[in-house]
């Protein structure tokens, strides 16, 4: 294992040089949060799909594949799927907003009265996103150096944290960018062909295995439709995502970029499927199925490429830490604690107004929900439970007020917060009663925040012309904002929302 372990330390080396390199670049608020706004089409779709490309996509497809067969890609097919719709219905509308957060374009197009709530709502998620791709470390170190899990995700998680609160955004760019490649030469080019051919090939797979392994839908209907509702809208409004669009160097940009990323996860998500159909054929026993990955790895790569290949599920899962990271700390600075900080300054005489590094206080931000990222995975054993909170929370709370706002006129602030509110409330309500894992919260949850959002909007007086003719000129790419300033339209309410 001393060649794997070289591999390993000299990728990890690696991470933070890069993380030391971006910081020279991250001079201003922009370039720290948003890579200055400047990605072109190809270093966007390597970070694009990096970034959603994450553990549970590699080991828990992987996993799913080995407990289902093929239909088990579902999962982070959807996640590719939901990429696709993004790119190529609303991104070049969000690109254009040139905005730091998904409440700052609630703000936007409601007249500023999203505020907090969302915001919270949103780092909630982000919060939950970090900790369990943080969690994934425990997993990939122990099959590395045989650590506890405590100093598992101490480790995995500081080397995060560090280069993440480096660099900003352009140090996760780069780092992402090393992850695209490495996960691609890793996964499929190396273990995908290696674990067929060890499996005897698809004929042999075929003749070893149930039938049902091999039906598009076996994983069943039910479950494919609540991955649709989770990940494919999942993928629409996350704040983790929206922030990576915000790098594009134009419209155009985010748009065909993210589409390729996209179809990068439809054939990520088949491979995945494959590679853990041929290692149940290989260890039909496993007591558990998200051990699949590191099993095959283990026991039938050579030395040198083993250590290739975990690096490359290290990748993933960096990749999605480190821009869940990113997008916490982007919702707690500039959602809730800046809003925070103008009331008080305002009701103490304008201590808020006074002038302050934004680069700086981003930086710290990063390192405090770094630091609690990393306490949380290790007090945290569930991450199935904890994802699901994650997206449920987001899905439920916050699909219908964003896409509302970018497709219906008549959605109002009055709407979006009474479906925020609701939707939210419902989730944590019904997950409660029916269990963590079942599919009826988000159902109910979805459908309440809906009903309530075209109720409310339609019962209340429509958004205020000034406010929807600012939403759209900046939707078409005119009237940037100062870069330094909150995006808040002309003759809005303050920036501390309700």
């Known amino acids: 294992m001393a060649v794997d372990y070289a591999v390993i330390v000299v990728y990890l080396a690696g991470m933070l040089a890069m993380g030391w390199w971006g910081m020279r670049r991250a001079k201003s608020k922009s370039e720290f949060l948003v890579a ?6 190809a270093m966007y779709s390597g970070t694009m799909a990096a970034i959603v490309l994450g553990g549970a996509s590699t080991i828990g497809g992987v996993g799913l594949g080995y407990q289902y067969g093929l239909s088990g890609a579902w999962m982070v097919f959807t996640i590719g799927l939901g990429l696709l719709a993004l790119s190529v219905f609303f991104s070049a509308r969000i690109a254009r907003l040139k905005v730091y957060t998904v409440s700052e374009m609630l703000d936007l197009r409601y007249g500023g009265r999203a505020g907090i709530i969302s915001g919270v709502v949103m780092w909630a998620y982000t919060l939950m996103l970090a900790v369990t791709s943080t969690i994934a470390y425990a997993t990939i170190f122990d099959v590395l150096f045989d650590v506890n899990r405590t100093v598992a995700i101490v480790l995995g998680g500081t080397i995060v944290v560090a280069y993440s609160t480096l660099g900003g955004m352009w140090s996760i760019t780069l780092t992402d960018m090393v992850q695209f490649v490495v996960k691609t030469i890793g996964i499929l080019l190396i273990l995908l062909p290696i674990a067929v051919i060890k499996a005897g090939g698809f004929s042999e797979m075929k003749a070893q295995l149930p039938t049902e392994y091999f039906d598009p839908l076996g994983i069943g209907g039910e479950t494919i439709f609540t991955y649709v509702l989770i990940y494919t809208f999942g993928m629409l409004i996350g704040q983790d995502i929206w922030q990576r669009v915000f790098t594009a160097r134009s419209d155009t940009t985010a748009r065909w970029g993210g589409t390729v990323a996209g179809t990068y996860c439809l054939v990520y998500a088949i491979a995945g499927a494959v590679i853990g159909t041929a290692a149940k054929v290989m260890y039909p026993d496993l007591a558990s199925a998200d051990s699949a990955f590191a099993t095959i790895v283990k026991d039938e790569l050579p030395v040198g490429v083993r250590g290739l290949v975990l690096a490359a599920a290290l990748a993933a899962v960096m990749s999605t830490s480190s821009g869940a990271l990113i ?22 005489g304008g201590a808020g107004d006074e002038p302050h590094d934004e680069v ?16 949380i995975a290790i007090a945290l054993n569930d991450v199935v439970e904890a994802l699901t909170v994650a997206y449920n929370l987001l899905v439920g709370g916050l699909l219908v007020p964003i896409i509302g706002g970018l497709l219906w006129r008549r959605g109002t602030a009055a709407g979006a917060l009474s479906a925020v509110c609701v939707g939210g409330v419902a989730v944590v309500g019904l997950m409660w009663h029916y269990g963590i894992l079942a599919n009826q919260p988000i159902y109910y949850g979805l459908l309440a925040s809906l009903v309530v959002y075209v109720v ?29 300033a909150p995006a808040h339209p002309s003759g809005a309410s303050s920036p501390s929302g309700v």
């Not at 200055?36 to 089409?41: A, I, K, S």
């Not at 809730?336 to 103490?348: D, E, M, N, P």
């Open 327 to 348: 997008a916490c700390a982007t919702v707690a600075n500039n959602d809730i604690w800046s809003r925070l900080r103008g009331v008080v300054g305002r009701g103490g």
């Open 456 to 484: 409310v909007s339609l019962a209340t007086p429509p958004t205020d012309a000034a406010v929807l003719a600012a939403w759209r000129e900046r939707s078409a790419g005119n009237g940037e904002p100062d870069p330094a």
């Open 36 to 41: 200055g706004r400047r990605l072109g089409p």
């Open 360 to 375: 700086r206080g981003n930086r710290v931000f990063i390192l405090i929900m770094g630091v609690a990222v990393v306490l």
